[in-house]
């Protein structure tokens, strides 16, 4: 019952670096969503993907990018990484848009940008 | 918009006492509220929601919280803490197609 998987774990990146953030979903859930975590800030939306086929912007998104591979599985990719995208990024999915649902949570990315 | 509003950054309890963590929130649309918990090096869990009926919501592991419309809060509320109840909690607001969170509430649970 793995719910929702992301990897890696840990990474380090030196400034200007590029990576792709995986996560991948096994309940069937339409809905995917990026946040990332910083210490006294919450969780903020960087982009969702409301169904297979579609993504958008959410509270913060400039410098990254997304793609909705398929109905599981909704990468995050960093194209030149600045230490000011150290952080935690968190995966979720939910069965629809529409907050009623609530998310499950991945277990997180930390990312280290020197 | 929606927004929410944590007002405690950490709030510190000896074992077997009762704690509240406040949240307040604001929305222009429905209100779907939650709690969700995160332990050290986790991911969120969900502790507890309300979609709506009942204003007193209870959760898991003894957590409860009332919905408070006329004040606009959220509060969770535990009778007696234990040491494993030491985690960072936040209070979201649900809006037309994601979730608003706060900032978060570190509990420390001291014996």
């Known amino acids: 019952n793995a719910g929702v998987t992301q990897t890696p774990k840990f990474q380090v990146l030196k400034t200007g670096q590029s990576m792709t953030l995986q996560c991948a979903q096994d309940?069937?859930?339409?809905?995917m969503y990026w946040y990332r975590q910083d210490p006294g800030m919450g969780l903020r939306l960087i982009y969702y993907?409301?169904?297979?086929?579609?993504?958008d912007k959410g509270e913060v998104p400039n410098g990254y990018n997304v793609s909705r591979l398929n109905k599981r599985e909704f990468s995050l990719r960093l194209e030149s990484a600045a230490p000011s995208q150290t952080s935690v990024y968190f995966c979720?999915?939910?069965?629809?848009?529409?907050?009623?649902?609530?998310?499950?949570f991945g277990s997180g990315t930390r990312l280290t940008v020197v | 918009a929606q927004s929410v509003t944590q007002l405690d950054s950490q709030v510190p309890v000896f074992e077997e006492a009762p704690v509240e963590l406040r949240c307040n929130y604001s929305?222009?649309?429905?209100?779907?509220l939650f709690w969700y918990v995160q332990y050290p090096n986790q991911g969120l869990q969900l502790l507890l929601k309300?979609?709506?009926?009942?204003?007193l919501v209870k959760g898991i592991n003894g957590f409860e919280a009332e919905f408070n419309k006329s004040q606009t809060s959220f509060h969770l509320r535990k009778p007696s803490v234990h040491i494993s109840d030491t985690a960072e909690y936040f209070c979201?607001?649900?809006?037309?197609?994601?979730?608003?969170f706060g900032a978060g509430t570190i509990l420390r649970v001291k014996s």
């Open positions: 929305s222009s649309v429905s209100v779907y």
């Open positions: 309300y979609l709506s009926g009942s204003t």
């Open positions: 979201a607001v649900g809006g037309r197609n994601k979730l608003v």
């Open positions: 309940m069937n859930h339409n809905s």
């Open positions: 993907s409301a169904s297979e086929g579609t993504t």
């Open positions: 979720a999915s939910s069965a629809n848009t529409g907050s009623r649902y609530g998310y499950t």
